[in-house]
């Protein structure tokens, strides 16, 4: 690990850099060809550094590099570790996992086809991602209705008979492979035809079952000849909305952006044998300052590291940043055994087609907006009843809620939850463990956690080096209680008179759902449906759901503990030896007498008490 005074240190092979803050998350992961080279390139003053470089740099804590033997190699674990960590300041494909794709298990005996949104790599073939879950449930069903394969997922092997023929074998949709009777060799030649069409190669699918149609009838064959040719209308049916948009009959990907301010949305067209047999879209956020090259090349890396398949050719609206372009075509052409090019187009049939790309990714990108603002201006439109309701001079823009959580006055705690503009900042969120207040005393404890919000919040600012988020303070505090929750609170604060927060109570009704809204001693009830109810409501279920996810914690790992302390000859030393070793209590539960007296301070009489312990519950 090299810190930033040791920059001379690093090594000057090709490699992946990843950069750590001050708590040890990785924020940013890169690959280069002489990794002293490019890291030191992000702390050379220029002008031409873009914002977001400027601000990732003074969030790097130290840099952990790993050597590899080549360009390449650093591309594809590059690829990987964007993928595990996601760091903050990467590019990311924040949905790439989501989008439903068709999957046929080719590592069954009898293979099946189904939809499924996990890709992995493990032998079957994935088609896909598809935006459209349930177009690809209907491309399933058809697909169905023309090959008989097996619909369920029993485990079956030829020769063995496997329960009864369910009802899709009686209605003639599945040919029962679970009586055992289904040679494997057979079945799969309807799985190959699936795939086939799949892959958009229906075409020579089609003229050879018309071949087989004429010959069948030819024969006399009059049965199987009109099943051939039900096969070849159900093959149409499935196809019939692959529009053919290249004349080449030629496997190629379509990728389109279209940038607006901080937002840009990547469309891509799928293409197989000329044919439009699939497309989707993802959005990336944060890229004011990036330029479009970047982009394309970022997306490119991590929309192919995941893919089953590598078209022959991908076609482009943008250029990919220049020095990448040559390893990653080459990292494309080594997933896909065969050689892969980038294209920009400039005329001719391609040009019209990636232009076609480009507005599609337009008009979505256009729908995003829309959809972005208007949830945008619902959020103003909470926030202007709020601020005319407490009567403030501009719209609160932090807003802060406090609950306290305990049983009986026992693992007495509260939770702080942080909406921004209207929305919940998690990262922002604060626990506290109520240290001054004993027994059941919501006001007492209220009044603690304010207190050590605020000195919190003090001591930030005065010491620009504290790290925390308890900056800036709000405009609006939000109590859960009534009248004398807010007065216990408005108590403290008037302690600090150079800061002007308003204190309001979230007062409900025996359903637990929001009744009014207390604010200098009156209660302004609230009506149900309308902007404001519903921000007050999400903000006090939020809060309420977030001190009693701790409350519950803290119980649990009470009753860990006594439970351990109940056994003769283990106290809160030998307790935390324990769990420090083990980890759970379940652990512990299924050690042997043998492991628990390895551990340091446990004796044989005391592992076997802990197993006595255990086995009795058991």
């Known amino acids: ?154 485990h079956l092997k030829y020769g063995k008979k496997v329960g009864r023929p369910c009802l899709y074998y009686h209605m003639g949709q599945c040919n029962a492979p679970c009586t055992g009777k289904i040679d494997p060799k057979v079945y799969f030649k309807d799985v190959e035809q699936v795939l086939d069409i799949l892959s958009g190669r229906d075409k020579r699918l089609k003229e050879q079952l018309e071949l087989d149609m004429k010959a069948a009838a030819k024969n006399l064959e009059f049965e199987k000849a009109g099943k051939l040719r039900d096969q070849i209308k159900g093959i149409e049916h499935i196809v019939t909305k692959q529009k053919i948009i290249q004349t080449n009959r030629q496997d190629s990907d379509a990728i389109a952006i279209a940038r607006d301010n901080d937002l840009a949305c990547v469309q891509v067209f799928n293409i197989r044998e000329g044919k439009l047999i699939g497309q989707n879209h993802v959005f990336l956020e944060g890229i004011r300052d990036e330029k479009t090259e970047t982009i394309m090349t970022n997306f490119i890396k991590q929309y192919y590291n995941q893919k089953a398949f590598i078209p022959k050719e991908i076609i482009l609206n943008s250029e990919i940043e220049s020095q990448e372009k040559p390893v990653i075509e080459k990292w494309l052409s080594q997933m896909r055994k065969s050689k892969v090019v980038l294209t920009l187009p400039i005329q001719g049939q391609k040009s019209k087609m990636i232009k076609m790309v480009y507005d599609n990714a337009c008009l979505v990108l256009s729908q995003k907006q829309l959809f972005k603002n208007r949830k945008t201006q619902k959020k103003m439109t909470q926030l202007d009843a709020l601020q005319e309701l407490l009567a403030l001079e501009e719209l609160p823009q932090r807003i802060e809620a406090y609950d306290i959580s305990n049983i009986s006055g026992t693992n007495n705690v509260g939770g702080m939850v942080v909406f921004e503009n209207g929305k919940p900042q998690k990262k922002a969120y604060r626990r506290f463990k109520i240290k001054s207040v004993a027994g059941q005393n919501d006001y007492g404890s209220m009044q603690e956690m304010i207190f050590r919000r605020m000195e919190r919040g ?129 652990k512990i539960a299924q050690a042997s007498v043998e492991e628990l007296e390895q551990q340091e301070g446990i004796n044989h009489n005391t592992a076997q008490a802990i197993y006595d312990y255990f086995k009795r519950k058991a």
């Open 1 to 154: 690990m090299y810190t930033i005074k040791d920059l001379n240190q690093l090594p000057e092979n090709p490699g992946v850099y990843l950069m750590h803050n001050h708590i040890g998350e990785i924020i940013y992961v890169g690959k280069a060809i002489n990794l002293r080279k490019r890291v030191k390139q992000y702390f050379q003053k220029s002008k031409k550094q873009t914002l977001k470089t400027q601000k990732l740099v003074t969030h790097i804590e130290y840099i952990e590099t790993i050597i590899v033997g080549s360009e390449l190699e650093a591309l594809i674990l590059e690829c990987n570790l964007i993928k595990k960590h996601r760091p903050k300041y990467n590019i990311l494909l924040k949905d790439d996992k989501n989008y439903p794709w068709i999957r046929v298990t080719l590592k069954e005996t009898y293979p099946t086809i189904e939809m499924t949104r996990n890709f992995k790599d493990d032998g079957n073939k994935y088609f896909g991602p598809f935006t459209s879950a349930y177009a690809v449930q209907k491309t399933i069903e058809s697909i169905l209705n023309v090959y008989p394969l097996q619909r369920c997922h029993r």
């Open 458 to 586: 003090i001591a930030e600012k005065a010491n620009a080096a504290t790290k925390g988020n308890f900056l800036p303070f709000p405009e609006v505090m939000c109590i859960d209680g009534g009248k004398t929750h807010v007065n216990a609170v408005s108590s403290v604060l008037s302690m600090y008179k150079e800061i002007d927060i308003k204190v309001c109570g979230l007062v409900k009704n025996d359903q637990h759902q929001i009744r009014g809204i207390v604010y200098k001693e009156e209660e302004y009830p609230l009506k149900p449906g309308t902007p404001l109810t519903k921000l007050l409501y999400d903000i006090s279920e939020e809060v309420h759901r977030f001190a009693l996810g701790y409350h519950q914690n803290l119980r649990k790992k009470t009753m860990l503990e006594t439970q351990l302390t109940s056994i003769k000859g283990v106290g809160p030393k030998r307790r935390a030896l324990l769990l420090s070793h083990f980890g759970t209590l379940e």
